[in-house]
């Protein structure tokens, strides 16, 4: 593994590709990095962007050095599936293996089902997302915490909508990608939800 100078290294190298001017997502610029760091420097990559830190390093508070302890950890646990030869499933694969819904998974975590959806269309930052969340997914699907963390940075499935759309040439908007606590909000959470989840998103009550 790269030590956390690499990773800095590289998202100021990022940040001049943009200021030039080219537009370039993530994956494109990541494809040109050693294979073995790719998924980690993504997940530092998007963790910054979410900061919005990206021109200098800058001393992060805290709670900004556990999140980005915890992107590295998520990325090391899918490199560690990867190395390992074992297939890596995304989240919609290993609800689908347990024969459960959408709406039934979102029900045992007492989750709105817009905001499991979104997870599994992987537009919610991986690094917001509440480890007790990643604890409860293991145990709603039966697996490791190892498995729903590599899970998480897996590509989500291609839609049947979307798939329709690139046959026609029709470019749909992309979805945002926005935080843990943002698309919490957004799917209009019961109550019930709200106080579910209170204790790490103290600013969803009521």
């Known amino acids: 593994m790269k030590d956390r100078s690499y990773f800095i290294?590289?998202?100021?190298?990022?940040?001049?590709l943009l200021e030039s001017g080219q537009v370039i997502g993530l994956d494109a610029f990541v494809v040109n990095?050693?294979?073995?760091?790719?998924?980690?420097?993504?997940?530092?990559?998007?963790?910054n962007l979410m900061l919005g830190e990206l021109d200098a390093p800058v001393a992060l508070t805290p709670e900004e050095e556990a999140t980005a302890d915890r992107?590295?950890?998520?990325?090391?646990?899918?490199?560690?599936?990867?190395?390992?030869?074992?297939?890596?499933?995304?989240l919609t694969g290993l609800r689908k293996a347990q024969q459960?819904?959408?709406g039934r998974l979102a029900r045992q975590?007492?989750?709105?089902?817009?905001?499991?959806?979104?997870l599994e269309r992987g537009k919610v930052h991986v690094a917001t997302i509440p480890e007790r969340l990643i604890?409860?997914?293991?145990?709603?699907?039966?697996?490791?915490?190892?498995?729903?963390?590599?899970?998480l940075l897996a590509p989500p499935p291609v839609s049947a909508e979307a798939r329709l759309s690139a046959e026609d040439g029709i470019i749909e908007p992309d979805e945002a990608v926005v935080s843990f606590a943002q698309a919490?909000?957004?799917?209009?959470?019961t109550d019930k939800e709200r106080a579910a989840w209170a204790d790490v998103l103290p600013n969803v009550r009521r």
């Open 9 to 16: 290294e590289a998202a100021l190298r990022y940040e001049e």
């Open 135 to 151: 604890e409860r997914l293991a145990e709603a699907l039966q697996t490791t915490t190892s498995i729903i963390q590599a899970a």
């Open 109 to 118: 975590l007492t989750l709105p089902v817009d905001l499991l959806a979104r």
């Open 100 to 102: 459960l819904t959408v």
């Open 33 to 47: 990095e050693p294979a073995e760091v790719r998924e980690e420097l993504r997940a530092f990559l998007e963790f």
């Open 184 to 189: 919490f909000a957004d799917s209009a959470p």
């Open 71 to 90: 992107v590295m950890a998520l990325a090391r646990a899918a490199l560690e599936r990867e190395l390992s030869g074992e297939p890596v499933q995304n």
